[in-house]
């Protein structure tokens, strides 16, 4: 049987593609709306136990006063976001200003679309799948829909008219263009062993193992890229507050803030729901449950399996958050550009390799096991020496040269560093840092204005 048919044939009640697009329209509607209701309801949950949890990691209480120990935190921050004053900047192109909270936000809900929650279930009397809808290529979807989520965020840098707002809407953009790239690689793994895209037959494929072990090193790309699409710490660099104050959405304010407020935690569910999906086995029960439990992947249940392991990635999000501190820019694209590609790469052509190995009869599981132990650990040997190794003698050199000249208060040549202008001529004489008297007139002590 070819790899093709044997993903086209799900274990136990998984929906296959010809199962959907039958339903009525009214069951449609039904999950459309549970879906958009399951994202907000995700959003407020996931604001209140990141500020519990980092309060706790860091000593201090969190909200504890809105609503039974803060839970209306989050709605009572929404209201007032959405009843503050809108602030629309002079000189802005307010067309633009005015869609780009839109265009960011609008495709995270659409991306949750293709995720699967459970089996087939009977919902008043009718057999459906719990999960919105399916396509052959619903993983390109999601990979669409984040695409078009950086529109949204180099629009509000560039129709913002602000240096700051522009300088994080380029940042942006080429992190997201960076590291969708690798992230993609690391899901052509996951289609050649499952032998489709659609996210319902991936999931069916998993039902004996799943893919973050049989293909960990793909597994660890994509939580590392995940991070950098999410525009979140350690890879926040669009919203540097130390250097370009709130990044693309500085000038932002009332209910168009918040809806990039919406889109970031609505894009943390959607990649943990896509990493639960791709990886983790989907709805399905993890190993020791599903082995002494007939019915754990049946009826209802899945849906329990699936928000705990989702959930499971969205507190790995917010320990990452309150651990590690803020990448720099070079080391951001260096990791994405020198480590993630140039590995996801070579993993590719060795999957693609032993995948045809197995179509010709060989038995290459173990094989596969002890190749993605040791491409693991070359990945996590090559982001530590990224990480660890010192500059350059040459780069360090210069930067030392550069600096002594900056001491001396002398401006720093083109080969060896950037420019630097002498100190404060008025106040300071030469290159000694000697304080200059200042001369005060006689009407300026009259008038007190020295």
Partial sequence: MSLTALAAAPAGDGPTLEDFGKDPWWLIGGKVLVIFVFLVVTVLLTMWVERRVIGRMQLRVGPNRAGPFGLLQGLAD???????????????????????????????????????????VSIFGHRTALQGTDLPVAVLLVLAMASMGAYGVVL?????????????????????????????????????????MSTSEIVAAQADAWYAVLLFP??????????????????????????????????????????FFLAEYINLATLSALATTLFLGGWRAPAPISTFWEGANQGWWPVLWFLVKVWAFIFFFIWLRGTLPR???????KLGWKVLMPFSLGWILLVATIQAFKN??????????????VAAVVLAATVLWEMVRGEPAEEAE?????????????????????????????????????????????????????
């Fill in 360 to 373: 010709e009869g060989y038995e290459v599981r173990q094989i596969m096991l002890i190749v993605a132990i």
């Fill in 327 to 333: 990448v720099r820019y070079d080391q951001l694209m």
């Fill in 78 to 120: 929404g209201i007032k976001l959405a009843l503050k004053e809108d602030i629309v900047p002079r000189g802005v192109d307010k067309v633009v200003f005015v869609l780009a909270p839109v265009i960011s936000a609008t495709p995270a809900f659409i991306s949750f679309s293709i995720i699967p929650f459970g089996p087939e």
């Fill in 218 to 259: 793909s597994f660890a790309v994509y939580v590392i890229t995940m991070m950098g699409e999410s525009n979140r710490i350690p890879f926040d660099l669009p919203e540097g507050e130390g250097e370009i104050v709130g990044g693309f959405h500085t000038e932002y304010s009332s209910l168009k803030f918040a809806m």
């Fill in 398 to 450: 210069a930067a030392s040269g550069a600096r002594d000249r900056v001491k001396g208060g002398a401006p720093a040549d083109a080969a060896g560093g950037f420019p630097v202008p002498p100190l404060d001529a008025p106040h300071y004489h030469g290159k000694t840092g000697k304080p200059t008297p200042s001369r005060t007139s006689s009407k300026e002590v009259a008038r007190g204005t020295h």
């Fill in 156 to 196: 509000a840098g560039w129709s913002s008219m602000s240096p700051y707002s522009l300088l994080g809407g380029l940042r942006s953009s080429a992190q997201i263009i960076s590291y969708e790239i690798a992230m993609s690689l690391s899901f052509v793994a996951v289609f050649l062993f499952a032998g489709t």
